[in-house]
């Protein structure tokens, strides 16, 4: 198995090099920091100085700060003396793009200076460019004559740096021999650490962001594979998913992409990338981070010996179909409705359907789910796509077996005399738990072989319960078992923001692989307000598919978290163009501060609204600049001009 993780079973975090930011160590054994980046102008000193004290009394390890020019990289020091004289030694981190002078000057003032590969010294053009081997060489040359003062000005001053790589920002000479890559990403990083090593300079933190989970997991797990590789020990890792967006969307797509990373024991420290104020960056970062905290290796779940599957790429599991469900579908939300005593017509608004008593029919949104469990027969008509799944004792008593599926155990699936169903059965399946049923694996995946009407539904109660998991799609594979899955998860956490964190990390690093048919989050401990809850669990589930990239239901926003290169209000323009677009389903849209990774996030966006200067907007449809300097003022409604240029515009539905 190609290396980057200490284990696919059970938690074991990565030995990374120890690194010292200022009174900080990070990677090795060290806890896993938490940190954020203030969004004032870097020159207005005392407005910088009050958001850091805000983060950092939200429990922010290291800040960050932007320098994007001589001038705010010296401001640097005001900003620092002004810190430390009300008493606050928490590192500060220079943020540089394009700037070696100002890289240069702030790594003689801060604890630790983030320069980016992608623009450090190449330029970004959108050119193809073809480079001999010798010409590639000169290149490197050419960046290494550049970045070389400042690896030693680092080492000079015992300054730390991270080389951070951005999807967005890969040079036009990376983009020519590797492509829109993750492998691409990780050269870009590998390039510059080579060069701190030769110079004998290992105070080195690295990441590998982008705005889509799916590639910033591939590209990670592919920078740990290289670095063992190629010099037999890894640095540490910064995690985070860049323009993740604001809300619930936002926390999701962070829970995501960070979580599935440190699930494998990857990554030092962490940063949720949100277009909200900093200090709300904190908490979400401590309800990742916690999770980590005491966590106990679990050591009933078999080592994974043979993979089938690429950890660097994404291929979906094949599975053939059952109903809606595998093959080429796209991945089902399952509602649980299993906490409810009587279930009424009203109670299914909560999961996308609504009835309209003037014409008898039901309205169907784009998030509506596709089966509830209960446990018993509803004695309404429910909407035709509508399917209840009941378990198997409940199911023998209803007449209408197309409606309802049965839901069996494995001593239930097992036995021939239990009556199943001739047309869909589900079957659970718990993955290696402590206090499991004491599955009889064999015998189920020998009946699972010759059944196509079954599917399967995995869940775990292990402290590891993805790993868990995963190891039972591995098991899957191995056998050649191609039934679909539903992935099973519930919550122990007591509130919503928890559990939300929860549900995002359990299942978005199977769906990430490949894994899972289908989604059923189940209602979290304690809750007893069970509608909103409903509601919430919903919206969730299809959150996570939406940020797996594995089922499409509503507008996609790659919006950036702002900072002090950014030229209009981000949060409330954000707010305003999420008000008139949040019912393009399958539109992405990149709502970018500045020119940093704007363009270069157009890529992953089908529309982006980028600050082009102070009150000034540029809109791009993909790549393409098709409008530039447009006044803040009526850039909205040139955006849904655009759109409906593009016949990317459906009038919004009156309710």
């Known amino acids: 198995m190609q290396f980057y993780s200490q284990s696919l079973t059970s938690y074991k975090r990565l030995k990374t090099r120890e690194v010292k930011i200022g009174n900080l160590f990070i990677g090795a054994n060290h806890p896993i920091l938490v940190q954020t980046m203030t969004t004032t102008d870097t020159m207005d000193t005392m407005a910088t100085v009050e958001q850091t004290i805000r983060c950092i009394k ?12 001589k001038n705010e990289a010296e401001n640097l020091q005001n900003i620092k003396d002004e810190l430390r004289k009300r008493g606050y030694h928490t590192p500060l981190v220079a943020d540089i793009h394009f700037t070696p002078n100002a890289a240069e000057i702030a790594a003689r003032i801060v604890e630790k200076v983030r320069v980016n590969p992608g623009n450090y010294v190449d330029k970004k053009k959108f050119e193809q460019i073809e480079y001999t081997d010798e010409e590639y060489a000169e290149e490197i040359e050419r960046i290494r004559e550049r970045f070389t003062p400042l690896v030693k000005i680092c080492k000079q001053h015992g300054t730390a ?36 090593r030769a110079e004998d300079y290992h105070q080195v933190v690295l990441s590998m962001k982008s705005s889509n989970p799916q590639v910033m997991v591939q590209a990670y797990r592919l920078l740990i594979n290289h670095m063992m590789d190629e010099f037999g020990e890894a640095y540490p890792l910064h995690l985070g998913v860049t323009e993740a967006g604001d809300g619930e969307d936002g926390r999701i797509k962070s829970a995501v992409g ?42 009933i779940v078999p080592e994974i010996k043979k993979i089938t ?70 004695d309404f008509e429910l909407p035709g796509t509508l ?57 189920v995946f020998a009946k699972l072989a010759n059944d196509k009407l079954t599917v399967i539904c995995l869940s775990s109660t292990n402290t590891n319960a993805m790993q868990s998991i995963r190891r039972m799609f591995v098991e899957l594979m191995n056998k050649k078992i191609q039934n679909p899955v539903i992935v099973i998860c519930d919550s122990t956490y007591a509130n919503n923001d928890e ?54 239901s509503k507008t996609e926003y790659i919006s950036c978290p702002s900072c002090g290169r950014t030229l209009f209000d981000l949060q409330e323009t954000t707010a305003k163009i999420r008000a008139v677009t949040n019912h393009l389903k399958g539109v992405k849209i990149a709502i970018m501060g500045c020119i940093v990774n704007g363009p270069g996030e157009m890529a992953d966006a089908d529309f982006g609204y980028v600050g082009s200067g102070v009150g000034k907007i540029t809109l791009y449809k993909g790549k393409e600049v098709v409008k530039r300097n447009i006044d803040s003022k009526i850039a909205v409604d040139e955006l849904i001009n655009l759109l409906k240029e593009n016949d990317a515009w459906v009038a919004p539905t009156v309710s």
């Open 499 to 552: 559990s939300l964190i929860h549900y995002s990390i359990e299942t978005g690093g199977l769906l990430l692989d490949g894994f899972g048919d289908g989604l059923c989050l189940g209602h979290h401990y304690g809750n007893t307000n069970i509608a909103p809850q409903t509601k919430l669990l919903n919206s969730i589930a299809f959150g996570i598919l939406q940020a797996t990239r594995t089922r499409i």
């Open 258 to 299: 960070i979580g599935t990373l440190l699930e494998d024991g990857i990554g030092d420290t962490i940063r949720v990338s949100l277009t909200e104020d900093p200090e709300l960056e904190i908490p979400v970062c401590n309800d990742i981070v916690k999770r980590y905290s005491h966590r106990i290796s679990n050591n």
């Open 309 to 378: 599957y690429s950890p660097f790429e994404y291929t979906k599991r094949n599975t053939f179909e059952v109903s809606n469900i595998g093959a080429k579908h796209v991945p089902v939300v399952v509602a649980d409705f299993s906490k409810y005593k009587n279930i009424i017509p009203a109670d299914l608004k909560y999961i996308g359907y609504s009835y309209d008593a003037a014409t008898d029919k039901w309205n169907i949104g784009d998030a509506a789910a596709d089966y509830i469990f209960c446990n018993k027969a509803l």
């Open 161 to 196: 740096m991270r080389i951070g790589t951005n999807h967005g920002s890969l040079s036009d000479r990376i983009m020519s021999r590797y492509g829109d890559t993750a492998m691409g990403m990780v050269e870009s990083a590998m390039e510059f650490l080579r060069i701190a």
């Open 387 to 443: 399917k209840v799944l009941l378990y198997q004792e409940e199911w023998l008593a209803v007449k209408d077996k197309m409606k309802y599926v049965p839901v069996l155990n494995t001593q239930q699936y097992l036995d021939d005399f239990i009556e199943q169903s001739n047309y869909m059965n589900f079957v659970m399946l718990d993955c290696y738990s402590d206090a499991g049923p004491g599955n009889d694996y064999e015998k």
């Open 58 to 69: 939200a429990g922010a390890q290291l800040v960050r700060i932007t320098a994007p020019s």
